[in-house]
């Protein structure tokens, strides 16, 4: 059973370079069970690289150091920097989801919504005779009506609301402690984009923790739990999303607030707003 209270992911020192420059330096951030945190930033200050470092998806020739110490849900702990590649793929799916921005690069059009979440399940040795039924229900739980219609359709059949849903369903099949959304929403609507991070939302019901890479503060204020500040490689302010966001204390938060005002006064679900 998933544990609801507790630290989920604990980073300290997180550091990334990219072509000899730092590009986070110093990140320190805490993830807990039941909370959806957004981590915030201007474009270009690191947020998707700081995801993709925790992931241990930098791209070629980026660096980390630091420590990223994850409890998974049976209690055991390890520090994801120092994992060798083999244990952070296999940790990657049943610890570890993660959803792109992009979701139809994400996803290979020349295999079918049904073959990817198959693929996923097998690689992670779920038998045969279950993962038809376990992909469906991913795909329900994403949101998507008639997942079983879906089954059988290409990446570009898809709309942009249900590649995203596809996405995420291959990034919650396997029930991971820890979701990494990075920017899932910025190409959506507003309609299809509040159903998409409801759904993220609603992962942190069973004690799992959500990660919101975003650079939208209404989105923040509406959704998550925490907010984390990222200015200059370093996390500049961090709290309860309505302290945040409502008073908030460091120069460049204050900047960001008076940016986006006054969208940012929409209250968060988890703190009593509409879905």
């Known amino acids: 059973m998933v544990s609801t209270v507790g630290t989920v992911l604990e980073v300290a020192g997180l550091r990334v370079r990219v072509g000899g420059r730092s590009v986070v330096d ?78 139809q690069a994400s996803l290979n059009p020349t295999v079918t919504v049904g073959a990817h979440l198959a693929e996923t399940l097998k690689a992670h040795g779920v038998p045969r005779a279950e993962r038809r039924e376990r992909g469906t229900d991913a795909l329900r739980a994403a949101g998507l009506e008639e997942p079983e219609g879906l089954w059988r359709a290409y990446p570009f059949e898809l709309s942009g609301g249900q590649a995203q849903r596809v996405a995420l369903a291959l990034a919650c099949v396997l029930g991971p402690r820890l979701l990494v959304a990075d920017e899932v929403t910025s190409a959506l609507d507003p309609v299809t984009q509040a159903g998409v991070l409801d759904t993220l939302r609603a992962r942190t019901a069973g004690g799992g923790a959500l990660l919101l890479i975003t650079h939208d503060l209404a ?23 309505a302290e945040v966001l409502r008073s908030p204390r460091h120069p460049f938060t204050r900047e960001l607030v008076r ?3 006054p969208a940012v006064a929409t209250p968060s679900p988890a703190r009593g707003g509409a879905r």
């Open 26 to 103: 110093g990140l320190d951030l805490e993830l807990r069970a039941g909370e959806a945190t957004a981590l915030v930033g201007r474009s270009g200050s690191g947020k998707s690289l700081t995801a993709s470092a925790l992931a241990g998806l930098l791209p070629e020739g980026a660096e980390r150091s630091g420590t990223a110490r994850f409890t998974g849900a049976d209690g055991a702990v390890v520090d994801l920097m120092a994992l060798p590649p083999a244990r952070m793929r296999a940790l990657r799916g049943p610890g570890i989801g993660y959803a792109f921005q992009e979701a």
């Open 259 to 261: 940016a986006a005002a």
């Open 219 to 241: 989105v923040a204020a509406r959704w998550a739990d925490r907010v984390a500040v990222l200015d200059g490689g370093r996390i500049a302010e961090s709290g309860p999303a």
